[in-house]
């Protein structure tokens, strides 16, 4: 009596040859295996079963180009369904995570996150201490993500200008900040 892997194998070899009614039946009696595996891991997911199943024998058949017929069949196939099975519990993950009810919804409005907030202000209290020429220069450059040509422009300073600006004004700010620190 074969066992499953040489019944499986030389249905699927010979259908890589050219036998349709063996590939058909390599593909009937993989679907019976696939099933059996399938219910087993996912037991609480019995809709998603036949769906899984089709999902693997499609990747199968898609992969079949891959397939070495010195290596065994059933290592070949099982990578294949592991791998469909993990990407099954990925989008369903994702898929519930976003259905999860909130336990509390007043928990929402228990605390704010001000911390962005705070942290602009903090760094405008400390931009008010330099020089408007330093100041305008971090803020454009450093803050807003302008390039220093656009900065020169809108500060009517030069290129240069602002980048020394920049550096002296940042390293104005170091210092008062171990000061205070």
Excluded: C
Aim: net charge neutral.
């Amino acid at each position: 009596m074969y066992s499953a892997e040489s019944r499986l194998k030389a249905l699927f070899v010979s259908g890589l040859e050219g036998n349709a009614p063996d590939y058909r039946s390599f593909l009937a009696e993989l679907t019976r295996h696939l099933r059996g595996y399938l219910r087993k891991r996912i037991p609480q997911f019995h809709d998603d079963v036949e769906d899984l199943v089709q999902e693997i024998l499609l990747a199968v058949h898609n992969a079949r180009h891959t397939f070495r017929p010195d290596e065994p069949l059933t290592a070949w196939v099982h990578a294949i369904a592991r791998y469909k099975l993990m990407d099954f519990f990925r989008t369903r993950t994702r898929r519930e995570w976003l259905h999860d009810p909130l336990d509390d919804e007043d928990a929402i409005f228990a605390e704010a996150d001000d911390e962005r907030a705070d942290a602009r202000r903090d760094i405008g209290k400390l931009l008010d201490h330099l020089p408007d020429k330093q100041r305008l220069s971090i803020l454009h450059v450093k803050l807003e993500g302008l390039s220093v040509a656009e900065a020169a422009r809108l500060t009517g300073l030069t290129e240069s200008a602002v980048k020394v600006s920049i550096h002296r004004g940042l390293k104005a700010l170091a210092v008062r900040v171990r000061g205070v620190a």
